[in-house]
């Protein structure tokens, strides 16, 4: 008797250890997937790692001052396209709205999809570039042979020659990286399919 209920708490004591090491693969699981938009929210927030800040208006403050913008343009591996800025480099005033040109071309024989990614240099510099309009976190679906021109809307905040750390910054560097998606299907799609394999 006395073994039998022994090996019952050794029973139990092992489920509880196997529920603790699922749960907390689970969570790791769940904190891997949460970590990037939660990272992303983070640097939109901070100005962090050289992200630019995303404003719905353009500024009412122009300065005298100028600072030069280049603009650079890279794709991954995995995605057949030209991408290039119309432009290299711009010298704007600080606080002015201005619109650039970045191009796309797919190479491809098939259509292919893919998202852009962008960053700001010197990094100190990210929490003062403001985007009014871009192509950014949006799909883009290109045909083959296809080309497109993709308007970025932004000025750079006056509030730039406050702050020690950005006061003798003369040049910015706008970056943007394509990168390879699949293209997203209509939830009532999947589920349709999902259900057809049932």
């Known amino acids: 008797m006395a073994d039998n209920g022994q090996a019952d708490r050794k029973e139990r004591s092992n489920g509880v250890i196997v529920v603790t090491c699922l749960a907390f693969v689970a969570g790791m699981i769940g904190?891997?997937?949460?970590?990037?938009?939660?990272?992303?929210?983070?640097?939109?927030?901070?100005?962090?790692?050289?992200?630019?800040?995303?404003?719905?208006?353009?500024?009412?403050?122009?300065?005298?001052?100028?600072?030069?913008?280049?603009?650079?343009?890279?794709?991954?591996?995995?995605?057949?396209?030209?991408?290039?800025?119309?432009?290299?480099?711009?010298?704007?005033?600080?606080?002015?709205?201005?619109?650039?040109?970045?191009?796309?071309?797919?190479?491809?024989?098939?259509?292919?999809?893919?998202?852009?990614?962008?960053?700001?240099?010197?990094m100190a510099a990210g929490a003062y570039f403001n985007k009014v309009q871009c192509f950014c976190f949006t799909e883009t679906t290109l045909e083959p042979g296809e080309e497109m021109e993709m308007p970025v809307v932004f000025f750079v905040d006056p509030e730039i020659v406050k702050p020690v750390e950005t006061q003798g910054i003369k040049t910015l560097t706008l970056s943007y990286t394509f990168y390879p998606r699949e293209p997203s299907k209509p939830v009532a799609q999947v589920k349709a399919k999902a259900e057809n394999k049932l």
């Open 31 to 122: 904190m891997a997937y949460a970590a990037v938009p939660l990272y992303d929210m983070f640097c939109r927030v901070t100005g962090y790692n050289g992200t630019t800040q995303r404003v719905e208006q353009a500024s009412d403050l122009i300065l005298d001052e100028k600072i030069k913008v280049t603009f650079d343009a890279n794709v991954a591996a995995g995605l057949p396209w030209e991408f290039v800025p119309v432009q290299r480099d711009i010298d704007v005033r600080i606080g002015e709205t201005v619109q650039i040109m970045y191009r796309a071309k797919n190479l491809a024989s098939t259509p292919t999809t893919g998202q852009a990614t962008f960053n700001v240099t010197p």
